[in-house]
């Protein structure tokens, strides 16, 4: 993490990513960037050229910090992070948790000067709205992919459901008591049967992201065990009906009772 704020990454020092990095699973490496600073007074900021409000990061901290990390041991990743960058996401968090190194270089203040962007690999934005610094956003992508690394959830398979994982949101969960203040967890979940279950909890994914989310609803790539499924759901929401022509082609082929077959005299076949 390049950042002028170190004090601000203490979060990752609690739960889940402090352990991981107890069991050195995952090492967070927190660089100030102010002690690469040329003036005497440690300046990382200046005046815009051209006027304007607000002071702008200046290049030389940040370039000499990103030189002094040397050469990677493996494969690096430079991120920067702005609201100007690709939006990050449960897809993006896979792809970086391949990495063996990511850099975070966090811009504080009102901008950085053009040329930082030089230095970076990618640069990413944790969602349409602006933070005070990268800070805060490099902590939500550290988190979204440490938890992607292999021995940081307890069980692996934690990740494999999650909301998002598969581009579906995840199904509603319970636990004990089955009935509380008159709520009932659905009689399926305490049937036993895994198979019907396992039905359930997809169908109320479908239906989840469908209700909540249709824009990844849009890019679910079904497969054949949801067409009854999705006809159950269009039952219920008569509005998905409009997607049919989504999910029509797995609607399974009505196998015919095969007839007995008549040898009949002259031997054809009947
Ligand atoms: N810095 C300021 N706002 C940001 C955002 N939305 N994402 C990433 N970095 C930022």
């Given at each position: 993490m390049l950042t002028i704020f170190p004090e601000m990454f203490t979060p990752l020092q609690e739960s889940i990513i402090k352990r991981a990095q107890e069991a050195e699973l995952i090492q967070i490496k927190l660089v100030d960037f102010r002690d690469y600073a040329l003036s005497k007074h440690k300046n990382v900021d200046d005046v815009p050229y051209g006027g304007g409000a607000g002071m702008v990061l200046k290049p030389e901290p940040i370039y000499r910090a990103v030189k002094d990390l040397g050469i990677s041991n493996g494969k690096r990743k430079i991120v920067l992070l702005t609201p100007q960058g690709e939006v990050f996401n449960q897809k993006k968090a896979i792809e970086f948790a391949n990495y063996d190194e990511l850099v975070f270089l966090c811009g504080h203040y009102e901008g950085f000067d053009e040329r930082i962007r030089v230095l970076a690999d990618e640069e990413i934005s944790v969602g349409d709205y602006v933070?005070?610094?990268?800070?805060?956003?490099?902590?939500?992508?550290?988190?979204?992919?440490?938890?992607?690394?292999?021995?940081?959830?307890?069980?692996?398979?934690?990740?494999?459901?999650?909301?998002?994982?598969?581009?579906?949101?995840?199904?509603?969960?319970?636990?004990?008591?089955?009935?509380?203040?008159?709520?009932?967890?659905?009689?399926?979940?305490?049937?036993?049967?895994?198979?019907?279950?396992?039905?359930?909890?997809?169908?109320?994914?479908?239906?989840?992201?469908?209700?909540?989310?249709?824009?990844?609803?849009?890019?679910?790539?079904?497969?054949?065990?949801?067409?009854?499924?999705?006809?159950?759901?269009?039952?219920?929401?008569?509005?998905?009906?409009?997607?049919?022509?989504?999910?029509?082609?797995?609607?399974?082929?009505?196998?015919?009772?095969?007839?007995?077959?008549?040898?009949?005299?002259?031997?054809?076949?009947?």
């Open positions: 933070l005070t610094g990268g800070e805060l956003a490099s902590m939500v992508i550290i988190d979204a992919v440490a938890r992607l690394v292999p021995g940081v959830l307890g069980k692996e398979s934690s990740a494999e459901q999650d909301s998002h994982r598969q581009g579906l949101l995840e199904y509603p969960q319970y636990t004990r008591p089955p009935e509380y203040e008159g709520l009932e967890v659905p009689e399926i979940l305490l049937s036993g049967h895994h198979a019907r279950i396992m039905a359930w909890r997809r169908k109320e994914s479908l239906r989840r992201t469908f209700l909540r989310r249709p824009d990844l609803f849009q890019s679910i790539e079904f497969e054949k065990e949801d067409y009854p499924l999705l006809e159950e759901i269009a039952l219920e929401h008569p509005e998905i009906a409009e997607h049919r022509e989504r999910w029509e082609h797995l609607k399974p082929l009505i196998k015919r009772r095969s007839k007995k077959r008549n040898i009949s005299t002259d031997n054809t076949l009947e």
